[in-house]
């Protein structure tokens, strides 16, 4: 399968706990994006990444939060100290470089669903 | 700021219905218009997109046009089947250098046999 792959799928844990979520992009593409979706929620944008650089951070991005993509591949988003409004789908995206004006389709992935007890 | 502003559901219609879900924005400039479709367990897929002014969208027999004077993108179909059944998000991409996406709220449809 060669899309957008996320892990884990699904995570609880406790209050206060620090939680890890992998994205794989498409191996072309060099942007990466995510973004969280709350119930009956459309998704919300956080953070977005140009091969390995970070160029945007949305204002929902907490110093709780933070997103790394080390080698301009695979992406990594940590939470720490979780709260029970952390509780979402988290979800990734990729796309290949283009010109601004979003022609190019974002692809996807099927999201971690992260629930804090 | 951005916002996209979408038909409030959930919407149930009978098979061979014809559907259409309202789609209106805020946007500075001359954002670039999507349709994304999430059926049940599966990730967001692009439906259709159009970048520019009366630019229409269309896939899968749905069809969109960008509507800069009512700021608007309906999505529409003639003929709704039960493996339509999914939600559906409006979005946009501004075009002045950032990349993210802003979405509506979704409208869930359901077709009935």
């Known amino acids: 399968d060669t899309g957008v792959s996320q892990n884990p799928r699904h995570k609880i844990t406790k209050r206060g706990q620090n939680v890890t979520f992998r994205c794989d992009p498409i191996?072309?593409?060099?942007?990466l994006y995510w973004y969280r979706q709350t119930l009956g929620q459309g998704p919300e944008f956080l953070t977005y990444?140009?091969?390995?650089?970070?160029?945007?951070k949305s204002r929902l991005l907490s110093d709780r939060f933070s997103a790394e993509r080390p080698k301009g591949s695979f992406s990594t988003l940590e939470i720490q100290r979780t709260e029970q409004g952390d509780s979402a789908m988290y979800l990734c995206?990729?796309?290949?470089?283009?010109?601004?004006?979003?022609?190019?389709?974002?692809?996807f992935g099927p999201g971690t669903r992260l629930t804090v007890l | 700021g951005n916002s996209v502003t979408q038909m409030e559901g959930p919407v149930t219609l009978s098979e061979e219905a014809f559907l259409t879900i309202n789609c209106t924005y805020t946007a500075t400039g001359y954002p670039s218009l999507f349709w994304y479709v999430q059926y049940p367990g599966e990730g967001l897929q692009l439906l259709l997109k159009a970048t520019k002014a009366d630019d229409k969208g269309s896939n899968k027999g749905f069809e969109a046009t960008y509507r800069k004077e009512t700021t608007s993108f309906h999505l529409e179909k003639g003929s709704v089947q039960v493996s339509d059944s999914a939600v559906y998000f409006c979005?946009?991409?501004?075009?002045?250098?950032?990349?993210?996406?802003?979405f509506g709220t979704g409208t869930r449809l359901t077709i009935i046999p």
């Open positions: 191996s072309e593409h060099n942007r």
């Open positions: 979005a946009l991409i501004s075009n002045f250098g950032n990349e993210k996406l802003t």
């Open positions: 990444f140009q091969n390995e650089a970070q160029l945007e």
């Open positions: 995206a990729s796309s290949p470089a283009g010109t601004s004006g979003g022609a190019h389709e974002q692809f």
